[in-house]
């Protein structure tokens, strides 16, 4: 008679403090140590890059500056992807709510800027990308609400048809974003300088500022508003809220629009801080997928979501150290992933207590996978 | 006759849809066991490289192809770990994996001296069929004009077909995807067979990205899937779940992603963006249409379990 193994799974309480802070500390870590084993194993000193890769993702003003710009319209979408997630709504989306902001705000900021006071175009051009945004999630919204079409697929689906209409805009036409004097090697046309954001700190500009506000505001919404409250019942039971009488649909069309507002405003100022051009090339990293995992890991807190943001994009910019060290700089994007990757499986650990238990056979039942 | 447009089109798209189709297969069977997975352009990607890898150090395209297939299971399992074990979102870890896949496979293809990027066309597949029956009018390059890869997705379709909707293993996984609590009152290991099922997409999606660098461009470079994989995922529930259906639907989407060149040839100037995006827009259509009959068209909807992570404790 042998013993088996049974793998035990027990919900643990509320974690203290210590632990939800150690625990994604800890995962943060052995994504580290995982990079540092394929450095090393490739032949580059772990230890060299990582210190260049500190250095330049955090080391100066220059360097934290750099780093918050990355993070801006990543906080943004996150938040984007946050708001949604509170209803249980999947809204993967933002990677092409983000292009349809970026292509109303440049259209808005080439129609104004350099004729229109300076404020109004820059103004007009946000208000833009977030009704650009608002507006292509809109049309998975409905569908959504009223006739329960799956949103994964098609906020993801929309997410391709931005992407080829974008690229339309500045491959395939010579439409007015396209800058015509540069035919033979496709561009952007840039937006005047009179309707970049205004800078706040060397070159830090004022949509940092614009992306922590809108943390803050979302914080205070799902906190402490009747509609943050709502979101919260219909995530959690849409029997429920409709027996309190709320308008699930409803709710659900404003959640998603709200969302890719949010998203569209992100794209807005990627253009108007940025790139100062619809730029696919610019545009296109993976900014909407990248801020659902940031959400997640932060439990679409939005003031967890900024300093998780701002670690994420710390790592975008570190890329560039290494091509001194000539390592390959694509060992970032691998590095993102997998700190997203295990702070996600660090989740459940944080809630639920693994044990291992040795038991007789003629006990044992069918051991549950972990 | 074999050189008109047509005959060479569908051809063609044959050839391009077959990673969609590989990929799009496998997704099926790990869809159909409850599981999302959103990273097969990930998992298609280190395919890629590492069945790169195994075709350039072998000389023989099989080698890669297996290589392509153990390397994407690896990331599968991955998944499955996180999605099945931890039940993390399904979504935000097959989002992970794909920012995984692509850092991985473009780190590694940097790697080795030369690195891949700087190779050129390694070691291919070679028509199945003998010249003479590639030949003939109109079937020979459509039917015949092939290389092995292309009949062993079909045979795959017909053998995903028949395990899910034929056998006792199918049976059981249709369950899981469709009632995990029943099917574990029933005696069937829900886990298990969503481990299982999420590695076997993984292999598929493996086998697709490796075909797609060994024989459809021959190089690596990064990125080169180029939104394949989101396609193989678009495809599946454009297909109803259904594996038929999805390989006659990659074979079109395949088309749509070489025909611009095409009718370039015969006159006529088509945006390629507009035929790019259309596989995206008629998946919209699609869903949206059969929401709206919910009744006559719900043998094409999604397993009800779908991205659902099964924790025994709260059945």
Known sequence: ?370 | MNDTVVVLTIAGAIGAGTPLALAALGEILTERAGVMNLGIEGMMLIGGVFGIVGATATGNPWVGLVLGALAAAGMALVHALLAVGLRVSQIVSGLALVIVGTGLSSYLGKIPEPPLTDRQAVANFHDLFPRQLADLPVVGPIVFGHDPIVYVAVALAALVSVYLFRTRPGLALRAVGEDPATADANGIRVSMVRYVHTALGGVFAGIGGAYLTIQLTGIWQNGITAGYGWIAFALVPFSGWRPWRAIAAAYVFGALTNLSFTLQIVGVRVPSQLLAVLPFVLTIVVLITISLRQGSARNLAAPAALSVPYDRERR
């Not at chain 1, 918050?68 to 938040?79: G, R």
């Not at chain 1, 300076?118 to 049309?139: D, E, F, Q, T």
């Not at chain 1, 439990?299 to 560039?320: E, H």
């Open chain 1, 1 to 370: 008679m042998t013993a088996t193994r049974r793998v035990i799974v027990e919900p643990r309480g509320r974690p203290s403090l210590f632990t939800r802070v150690l625990v994604p500390f800890v995962a943060i870590l052995g994504a580290a140590a995982i990079g540092a084993l394929l450095l090393a194993a490739t032949g580059h000193p772990p230890g060299e890059a990582y210190a260049n890769m500190l250095e330049s993702a955090f080391g100066s003003d220059l360097a934290i500056v750099r780093t918050l710009i990355s993070a801006t319209p990543l906080i943004l979408t996150a938040l984007a992807a946050a708001v949604a997630f509170r209803m249980k709504i999947w809204n993967i989306g933002a990677e092409g709510q983000l292009y349809l902001g970026a292509i109303a705000a440049s259209g808005v900021a080439l129609l104004g800027g350099g004729t229109w006071p300076a404020v109004l175009a820059i103004v007009g051009a946000l208000v833009a990308g977030v009704i650009g945004g608002a507006g292509w999630a809109a049309l998975a919204a409905f569908p959504r609400a009223y006739l329960r079409t799956d949103e994964v697929i098609t906020t993801l689906m929309l997410n391709f048809v931005a992407l080829y209409l974008m690229n339309y805009l500045i491959f395939g036409s010579k439409s007015f974003w396209r800058d015509k004097e540069r035919l033979s090697f496709p561009s952007g046309r840039f937006i005047p300088d009179d309707t970049f954001l205004p800078t706040v700190w060397l070159r830090l500009h004022i949509g940092f500022v614009i992306a922590c506000a809108v943390a803050l505001l979302l914080w205070w919404l799902l906190r402490s508003s009747t509609w943050g409250f709502d979101l919260r019942v219909i995530g959690d039971s849409v029997p429920a809220a409709r027996y309190a009488g709320m308008q699930v649909p409803r709710t659900i069309v404003w959640v998603l629009i709200v969302s890719g507002a949010i998203a569209g405003l992100a794209g807005a100022v990627l253009v108007l801080g940025t790139t100062h051009a619809l730029q696919p090339g610019g545009l296109a990293i993976g900014l909407g997928y990248t801020g659902i995992v940031v959400a997640a890991v932060s439990r679409s807190n939005p003031l967890t979501i900024v300093p998780a943001a701002i670690l994420i994009a710390g790592l975008t910019n570190a890329g560039t150290a290494l091509q001194i060290l000539e390592v390959p700089n694509d060992i970032v994007v691998l590095l993102q992933g997998l700190a997203l990757l295990l702070v996600a499986a660090a989740e459940f650990l944080l809630h639920n207590r693994v044990r291992i238990a040795w038991r007789p056979a003629s006990t044992a039942e069918e051991a549950s996978a972990a």
